[in-house]
């Protein structure tokens, strides 16, 4: 089923959930197109906006955010492969379908990676992995040279790229930061200055969710969390091991046994990203 206005909208089926956005006439953004400001709309209007209007990306506005990425992760896989570190790859693609081609042609990429690798990709631009964030820009021209040297995130526009730039589009990673510094002291803002929390209109997103469970529920993120009680205990997504290949590395070509803890972590985020969508869809569907 494509996604156009043309279409019943099936929130009653779980399969709707999951099934792939294309970028329409709104926006090549998958999560910025008008069936994902129709949801965001739906799901969130009696805590942001029942306007679809407001989910346009404006500044102040909100946007689509794409929780569990797929570039980060195919990047990462790929430089762990021979073809990259010898040189016969010589420019990661940019674009995400090219570089599903090269896991999916590579001989040195197990078939199960493979497999679910080809099962991500149809999956992440879904509705299941799709939520509303607040736009804002912030300028930071007149902070002190001590609030500069507090902000982690002051070089980054908005929370979509805090998330992607900063965080390397880990969404565990970002919301236990989200968690530290905002809701950990029972839900109001502490005293790091950073910009993502002392943005007048990130700070009123924010007190939209009184605490932190409540900004867990009202995203439809529990299934981000092994535990349902309390929210603290998230599913492992980004990587645990040293010189993971965010980056091209040069010692890796003589380290057999590091490729392939980076193919296996590579392979358990895959697993836990199906399984999120698949639960997402599964709780959305229900409500």
């Known amino acids: 089923m494509k996604n156009s206005l043309g279409n019943l909208i099936q929130y009653d089926d779980k399969e709707y959930f999951l099934q792939e956005i294309v970028g329409d006439e709104y926006s090549i953004d998958p999560d910025q197109t008008m069936i994902s400001r129709m949801f965001y709309a739906k799901y969130w209007g009696k805590i942001l906006s029942d306007d679809v209007n407001m989910y346009d990306g404006a500044i102040g506005n909100y946007r689509g955010e794409t929780i569990i990425s797929f570039k980060t992760m195919a990047g990462a896989l790929i430089r762990a492969t021979k073809d990259y570190i010898t040189g016969i790859i010589k420019e990661m693609p940019s674009d995400q379908l090219e570089r599903l081609d090269i896991i999916v042609k590579s001989d040195d990429i197990r078939q199960s990676i493979k497999d679910k ?53 880990c969404p565990d990673k970002f919301y236990e930061y989200v968690y530290d510094k905002v809701y950990q002291k029972n839900g109001h803002f502490n005293d790091y200055n950073d910009p993502v929390f002392i943005s007048e209109v990130n700070q009123n997103y924010f007190n939209k969710f009184v605490t932190w469970n409540d900004f867990i529920e009202k995203n439809y993120l529990q299934d981000l969390f092994v535990d349902e009680d309390g929210y603290y205990t998230f599913i492992k997504l980004s990587p645990i091991i040293k010189r993971f290949p965010y980056r091209k590395y040069n010692d890796i070509n003589a380290d057999i046994k590091h490729i392939e803890a980076v193919h296996n972590e590579i392979e358990e985020f895959l697993d836990n990203a199906l399984r999120f969508f698949d639960k997402r869809a599964e709780r959305l569907v229900k409500l």
């Open 117 to 169: 690798f080809s099962l991500f990709y149809k999956r992440y631009h879904s509705l299941s992995n799709f939520m509303p964030l607040v736009c804002e820009q912030w300028i930071n021209n007149s902070w002190s040279k001590e609030d500069n040297r507090k902000a982690k995130c002051k070089d980054y526009k908005n929370l979509n790229q805090v998330k992607g730039k900063y965080f390397r589009d």
